[in-house]
């Protein structure tokens, strides 16, 4: 009946086939079809040259075929194709409901049993951590007129979820890029599905232990962050727009004078002539190359913002090259399409072709050469201000891999594409150093080529709290790069949500303040003197952490943890965490409580089990328990867990302003405690052929003798660290302190070696 193969098999019965491949043995590819069609990748799965071999399996037993690998048996029904997955034990993980997949001419559905008691994940999407009962749809989308808690239609497409419940976890990628949807028990409380109005029913089933290794598996079939410069991770300026350049130069200033740390500076649509991309504006920005000069030279990145849409008009370079060499995108009729956006009457790129992506490269290429550091795609999704559902029409006309596609295929990929565009542009200008992209649309995989932020949002305590399921989400969908726009895009910024903003939005792992046109200043000197020194003494704290938080950027390069984590990432088997959304873990040492209600001086805040201590005062808590924490305004509940390794480095002005020598080692109190570092040069792309050193740092806790252990486990990156400073936290008895073996006295609870 079934054909093997070396990844997996093939089944025919009733006019429909079946194909399972076996990416390893804990990630199972679904495939079922009712007509001739081979299956199909999106971008979302990432290109590997080697996938390791993976033995299996397969047995059959009358209308039953049972595939076995090392970690799960996969049961498949014939007479309907229906699927079980069971773990080694037997226990069945997750199950097809009455047959499984079904086909409705254009619209494809795969029905499962709901067992789970929670889901998480789909990206970038409003409300809260967990979404059972809801039912999703994926259709990038620019929500005009900024969005809310129950928008349902977001910028980005991640069709990925993770169902937990006490006994098992696992994922489910559904690789389709049509509008997709997913009930999630809100029809039903007996099953769940999952569809779309085209495409393929392709998806995968991905197990894991726990949540982490679900997300791990994710991202080892979609792809992992590169290592970003490290100046994205420094606090970013932006408003819409900073212009004329004198503003900017003004605004760069005072970061300086005022002593607040800041890396980047961006230039919203307004530095263009008439919209139009890769031009400068000829009256406000006459000078441009003079104002990149003097912000280099202050330490600044300069970010510009590249919309898709190219202006209708022959006098302009862009839009003759476009059309001579038939770059875009067209309308069922095979003319290129129009569609109004900033520039007034634009057309469209065609970036998911290869010719158009090579032409976009060039293109940037000299763009940014002039002295442009990053890239910021938006409108992406993309966006079309008189169009249909504020887009093009779903027929209008693609070709992907030389195949004439439908916008209806292409539209959720279509910034994922440009995106990858945009990559190839920054690396043809500087081929040694990490391009840096910010996008507001995505599609799953999207991390292998930009940053992301969570778009319009407004100045209301509302959009603080969302962020943070918002970033978790991301994150648990294999984006670690993600923030908000810091103190509210839309709506006038206050002096209280502003400090209540920048106090969580240093702990995301992108930071950057932006806001509308015409709405109330927002730097953070713009509220007064309290707003400001709160401001600095929280954006010095970010550039303090920067060790530990780069490390992040590190592990998700490897493993493709989030780095903004829910609690219930890292403290599954304790039920209380499971929808918590108001608060975060920065990695698996910081836990952070935001206050998100003004006038709010206090605030509840769980801590999971284990001990913890107030990073502020030191106070010891008990976790597994509800605690009221004190919050003054210029406070943020944080805790940092027992026998955590915090590395941190003195504060500078920019990164890459001073040559950092010394890392400051904070070791909290506990029996024991792990911690790797990793350190490269942050800037080029060295540290892809090695150029990058990882230390263990370790210590042991008994009886008041501390032992540290210093081990340099890969040593490729000469300009690291040559000073060590070990900061002992809560650790009220220390008779004897050793560091590899040698005996060192402490003072003030200080050591530098
Ligand atoms: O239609 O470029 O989300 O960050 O400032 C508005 C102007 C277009 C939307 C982005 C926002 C940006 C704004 N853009």
């Not at 081929?431 to 996008?439: A, D, K, Q, V, W």
């Not at 704290?541 to 780069?550: K, Q, S």
């Amino acid at each position: 009946m079934f054909t093997k193969f070396n990844d997996g098999i093939v089944v025919k019965n009733n006019g429909k086939t079946l194909q399972i491949r076996i990416v390893n043995s804990k990630i199972i590819n679904v495939f079922i079809t009712d007509k001739d069609e081979v299956r199909k990748d999106t971008i979302a799965i990432e290109k590997r040259k080697h996938n390791t071999p993976c033995n299996f399996d397969v047995s059959e037993n009358s209308d039953i075929i049972t595939i076995k690998t090392e970690s799960l048996s996969i049961i498949v029904n014939l007479n309907d194709f229906s699927i079980k997955f069971l773990n080694l034990e037997g226990l069945v993980i997750n199950e097809d409901y009455n047959g499984g997949v079904r086909f409705y001419n254009n619209d494809i559905r795969c029905y499962k049993k709901l067992n789970e008691d929670h889901y998480y994940g789909f990206g970038e999407k409003a409300g809260y951590l967990d979404k059972k009962g809801e039912n999703l749809e994926m259709w990038n989308t620019d929500e005009l007129m900024t969005h809310n808690q129950g928008t349902k239609l977001l910028y980005q497409s991640y069709p990925f979820f993770i169902g937990l419940n006490k006994k098992y976890t696992y994922g489910i990628f559904f690789d389709n890029s049509f509008r997709s949807f997913f009930d999630m028990g809100f029809e039903s409380n007996e099953y769940y599905y999952f569809g779309a109005k085209g495409g393929q029913m392709n998806y995968y089933f991905i197990y894991g232990e726990n949540i982490k290794e679900v997300v791990e598996n994710y991202t080892y079939l979609t792809g992992r962050i590169n290592m970003p410069p490290m100046w994205s991770l420094g606090n970013q300026q932006s408003r819409y727009s900073y212009t004329p350049q004198e503003k900017v130069l003004e605004i760069a200033k005072t970061f300086r004078e005022k002593e607040i740390p800041c890396d980047v500076i961006y230039l919203d649509i307004d530095y263009m002539e008439g919209y139009r991309v890769f031009t400068w504006n000829k009256e406000t920005f006459l000078n441009y190359k003079e104002m990149l000069k003097k912000l280099r030279d202050m330490g600044f990145k300069v970010i510009t913002i590249v919309d898709p849409g190219v202006k209708k008009d022959y006098a302009y370079n862009v839009y003759r090259e476009g059309i001579e060499n038939d770059y875009f995108v067209k309308d069922k009729f095979s003319i290129p399409f129009i569609g109004h956006v900033w520039p007034g009457e634009s057309l469209f790129p065609d970036f998911l072709r290869d010719d158009v992506r090579h032409w976009w490269a060039d293109k940037l290429k000299d763009f940014v050469n002039e002295g442009i550091d990053g890239i910021w795609n938006d409108m992406n999704e993309p966006s079309v201000l008189d169009g249909i559902n504020k887009t093009m029409p779903e027929d209008n006309v693609h070709y992907l891999n030389g195949y004439k596609i439908l916008h209806s295929e292409a539209h959720n990929v279509y910034a994922t594409y440009m995106a990858m565009a945009t990559q190839e542009g920054l690396l043809k200008s500087r081929p040694n150093e990490r391009p840096f992209i910010l996008s507001r649309a995505a599609f799953s995989g999207i991390q292998r080529y930009a940053a992301v932020w969570t778009g319009d949002n407004r100045s209301l305590y509302e959009h603080l709290l969302l962020m943070m399921p918002m970033i978790m989400n991301l994150g648990l969908s294999g984006q670690p790069f993600s923030g908000s726009d810091v103190g509210g895009f839309g709506d006038d910024g206050q002096e209280e949500l502003f400090i209540r903003w920048i106090e969580a939005g240093v702990f995301t792992p992108f930071l950057r303040i932006h806001s509308a046109n015409g709405t109330r200043e927002q730097e953070p000197w713009s509220f007064g003197k309290r707003c400001e020194d709160i401001s600095k003494k929280y954006i010095k704290m970010r550039y303090e952490i920067l060790p530990y938080i780069y490390d992040l950027f590190y592990i998700a390069s490897q493993k493709g943890y989030p780095v903004m984590r829910p609690l219930v990432f890292e403290y599954q088997n304790d039920e209380n965490t499971h929808n918590i959304y108001d608060e975060f873990m920065l990695g698996d040492n910081i836990l952070v409580a935001p206050v998100y209600l003004p006038s709010k001086e206090i605030r509840e805040v769980y801590l999971p089990k284990g001990i913890w201590y107030d990073y502020w005062n030191g106070k010891e808590f008990e976790g597994g328990k509800h605690y009221l924490i004190d919050a003054p305004i210029d406070v943020i509940p944080l805790f940092v867990k027992e026998g955590a390794i915090i590395p941190k480095q003195n504060v500078q002005a920019y990164i890459g302003e001073k040559q950092i020598d010394e890392l400051i080692v904070e070791l909290y109190k506990g029996s024991c405690g792990e911690y790797i570092h990793y350190e490269d040069d942050g800037i080029s792309i060295k540290y892809s052929s090695g150029e990058y050193n990882l230390t263990d740092l370790k210590f042991e806790y008994v009886n008041g003798i501390l032992k540290i252990y210093i081990n340099r486990i890969y040593s490729g990156y000469k300009n690291g660290i040559k000073k060590y400073k070990f900061v002992f936290k809560n650790f009220n008895k220390l008779d004897k302190i050793f560091i590899n073996d040698h005996e060192y006295k402490a003072e003030n609870y200080v050591i530098e070696i």
